[in-house]
T-cell receptor, first 115, second 111 residues
Framework: NAGVTQTPKFRVLKTGQSMTLLCAQD?????MYWYRQDPGMGLRLIHY???????AKGEVPDGYNVSRLKKQNFLLGLESAAPSQTSVYFC??????????????FGQGTRLTVV | KQEVTQIPAALSVPEGENLVLNCSFT??????LQWFRQDPGKGLTSLLL?????REQTSGRLNASLDKSSGRSTLYIAASQPGDSATYLC??????????FGKGTTLSVSS
């Protein structure tokens, strides 16, 4: 079982460039999440999805867009990258709260640097 | 809005000591609470999940408790080892939303 896979693992962008981070899970989870982790700030929620075709904003959504066209994939887009978006990005997934085991599983992270 | 707080932010103990990490949350209407471990430069590893109907969960030397009424969870680590050195994160989840994380407790166990 691959679990949660993030692509790419590392990326350097120039200010103003765009990119898409891909998160794929093979556990048939309904919920998927994108977080960013910065020193001293902990993990902050960017966007999340409670099912295919649905998305919702988290704590720090500005500058990011997401899409969940397929249940197994959750894409995070940066339309015009800024140095403030330099961070480590984590994707996670879990079952809905109607299931017995709602444990969340995380990807290995994407280290993004915007210069 | 749910807020999760972890105290202390950092903790140093000698090997063999038993220790407790604290996690508090402001909204008691949670569905579950999860404890994670993160090593430097690495991803998150799930340690224990406590469903809202449960009071505690155990895995090896780890025991996590949940008291929804007081908005608190604790992670007890018995007989600490240098390999336990890491950052420990707790996260609370409410129905229909995402996990909200505390900022973590960085544990250092010296031999």
């Amino acid at each position: 079982n691959a679990g949660v896979t993030q692509t790419p693992k590392f990326r350097v962008l120039k200010t103003g460039q765009s990119m898409t981070l891909l998160c794929a899970q093979d556990m048939n989870h309904e919920y998927m999440y994108w977080y960013r982790q910065d020193p001293g700030m902990g993990l902050r929620l960017i966007h999340y999805s409670v099912g295919e075709g649905t998305t919702a904003k988290g704590e720090v959504p500005d500058g990011y867009n997401v899409s969940r066209l397929k249940k197994q994939n959750f894409l995070l887009g940066l339309e015009s990258a800024a140095p403030s978006q330099t961070s480590v990005y984590f994707c996670a997934s879990s079952y809905t709260t109607s299931m017995r085991n709602t444990e969340a599983f995380f990807g290995q992270g994407t280290r993004l640097t915007v210069v | 809005k749910q807020e999760v707080t972890q105290i202390p932010a950092a903790l140093s103990v000698p090997e063999g000591e038993n220790l407790v990490l604290n996690c508090s949350f402001t909204d008691s209407a949670i569905y579950n609470l999860q404890w994670f471990r993160q090593d430097p430069g690495k991803g998150l590893t799930s340690l224990l999940l406590i469903q809202s109907s449960q009071r505690e969960q155990t895995s090896g030397r780890l025991n996590a408790s949940l008291d929804k009424s007081s908005g608190r969870s604790t992670l007890y680590i018995a007989a600490s080892q240098p390999g336990d050195s890491a950052t420990y994160l707790c996260a609370a989840q409410q129905a229909g939303t995402a996990l909200i994380f505390g900022k973590g407790t960085t544990l250092s166990v010296s031999s």
